[in-house]
Nanobody
């Protein structure tokens, strides 16, 4: 069982940038999926960005395309979510998640993930 430890986040004004980190306790391996999700108060958890750990395509929710980038560093088993041009509507609790390889159609769905980070708050003020 891999543990995911998140860091980063915080408060920023609209238009600013933040980077979230998700450190895995061990090498997840190439045949896995990894994604970022967020949950605003009173709302459901939604997918933001996803990636296959073996490389290849990256997937983004329409609401963050062109502003957020999912990245990974295989040397230190850490995944990142670079968030630029932040908007107040990006305010939420952000989670990283990892699982066995899953179809690309489901990579932004919040169900069926075997490992979750503890969550980190992002607050964007106008």
């Amino acid at each position: 069982q891999v543990q995911l430890v998140q860091s980063g986040g915080g408060s920023v004004q609209a238009g600013g940038s933040l980077r979230l980190s998700c450190a895995a306790s061990k090498n997840i391996g190439p045949r896995h999926s990894m994604a970022w999700f967020r949950q605003a108060p009173g709302e459901e958890r939604v997918g933001v960005a996803g990636i296959y750990t073996g490389g290849g395509a990256k997937y983004y929710a329409d609401s963050v395309k062109g502003r957020f980038t999912i990245q990974h560093n295989n040397k230190n088993n850490t995944y990142y979510l670079q968030m630029n041009e932040l908007k107040p509507e990006d305010t939420a609790l952000y989670y990283c998640a990892a699982s066995q390889l899953r179809p690309w159609e489901t990579i932004l769905q919040p169900t069926g993930w075997s490992n979750w980070g503890q969550g980190t708050q992002v607050t964007v003020s106008s």
